[in-house]
């Protein structure tokens, strides 16, 4: 099905390419070029097996950690707890077993401040190590879900969201939460019709992907938006063009990834 999909991913790419250059907005020409970097990439990745997801998973998973830390101010050892469980969960996936790395990184990550006798922070340092951990972890989503199924998610989630951009724009509305303000509920339904249209069109329209596409994606842009908020940034990094950080980028992803595993 990926190599299947190729050529049309190309094409859309190119219209769109030529789409964005007509409208000559800058941010959008933005977006385009990451667009048009990163699918060749995930593409790819993907279509290498369960060891080319677990390797996006595992860059993913490090990018992700290491600015969700800057966000919250975590200390080394929580950053390196949470660097080591981005990179070991994907693997442990391929070998079938994400629960025994999951559990160690969580006690670990609730240890280290105990340990270290930090009374003044040491609630918040846990608090937000295990919250990392549960966020990054339906990253190994990508290899439990198989390559056929995580490429059709990946796919919708990344329509969803420009659906969803241009649904809020045109159709206005109540807001959806106080956590992102340029968030409407016009943008949602706009969202979902774009991403199950996608699964439609891939042959991958199963009620777990449904519900992790109209409902996760939409919750996991919102869930960024709380972290954020309370970090008080508009954006999670400043590096990648059009978006801010990768977290910017795969925050819809994350939770729609969590749902997909958990329904399936």
Request: aromatic share 6%; net charge positive; charged share 10%.
């Amino acid at each position: 099905m990926i190599l299947d999909t190729a050529p049309y991913l190309a094409g859309a790419l190119g219209v769109s390419g030529l789409a964005v250059w007509w409208s000559r907005q800058r941010e959008l020409v933005r977006r385009w070029t990451t667009w048009a970097v990163a699918a060749p990439l995930v593409t790819g990745s993907l279509l290498l097996g369960p060891q080319g997801a677990a390797a996006l998973a595992v860059v993913l998973g490090v990018v992700c950690v290491l600015e969700y830390s800057r966000l919250v101010r975590l200390r080394a050892p929580e950053r390196a707890i949470l660097l080591a469980h981005a990179t070991l969960l994907p693997v442990a996936a391929l070998m079938g077993d994400v629960y025994g790395p999951a559990a160690v990184c969580l006690l670990a990550v609730v240890l280290a401040p105990v340990l270290s006798g930090d009374a003044e922070d040491g609630s918040r340092r846990a608090a937000f190590g295990m919250f990392g951990l549960l966020w990054f972890a339906p990253l190994a989503g990508l290899v439990l879900l198989g390559p056929a199924q995580a490429f059709a998610l990946c796919l919708a989630v990344a329509i969803a969201d420009v659906a969803a951009w241009c649904g809020g724009k045109l159709g206005g509305g109540p807001r959806l939460s106080p956590l992102s303000p340029g968030k409407t509920w016009s943008g949602v339904l706009g969202g979902a019709a774009g991403g199950l249209g996608v699964l439609a069109l891939l042959g991958s329209l199963t009620p777990a992907l449904a519900v992790a596409v109209a409902v996760g994606a939409p919750l996991g842009d919102l869930v960024e938006s709380m972290v954020k908020r309370g970090a008080g940034v508009k954006d999670a990094g400043a590096w990648l063009p059009g978006f801010g950080g990768l977290l910017d980028r795969v925050d819809s992803l994350l939770i729609a990834l969590a749902l997909a595993v958990v329904l399936a």
